[in-house]
């Protein structure tokens, strides 16, 4: 499947092993000092964009990890989508 994809490796990855491991990634990046602002701005307006229009792919663990980010764009969209949530299970 994920030779599909990528298809330069031919090691077989399976998207599942680690739940986290993308947004881990994007931590990381975000965090190291030598990150371009402009790579910054796009991962943040990515996830951004994806919490506010697409939140329910990510499990609840997630969002709540995101809530908790220093940039405030994120957590701000994040709380959004928890607050969806419960609004949606008070029903």
Same mark, same amino acid.
């Given at each position: /499947? ?7 490796? !031919? ?5 599942? =092993?680690?739940? /986290? #491991? ?38 609840? !663990?997630?969002?709540? +990890?995101? #809530?908790? +980010? ?13 607050? !969806?949530?419960?609004? =949606?299970?008070?029903?």
């Amino acid at each position: /499947m994920a030779r599909d994809f990528f298809s330069c490796d !031919k090691r077989s990855i399976y998207f599942t =092993e680690q739940q /986290m #491991a993308t947004l881990e990634a994007f931590r990381a990046v975000l965090d190291d000092a030598g990150t371009p602002e402009i790579i910054r701005n796009h991962i943040i307006d990515s996830l951004q964009y994806t919490l506010r229009n697409h939140g329910q792919i990510f499990t609840s !663990k997630e969002v709540e +990890w995101l #809530a908790g +980010w220093d940039d405030a764009r994120i957590p701000l969209a994040a709380s959004r989508e928890l607050q !969806k949530r419960v609004a =949606e299970t008070s029903r």
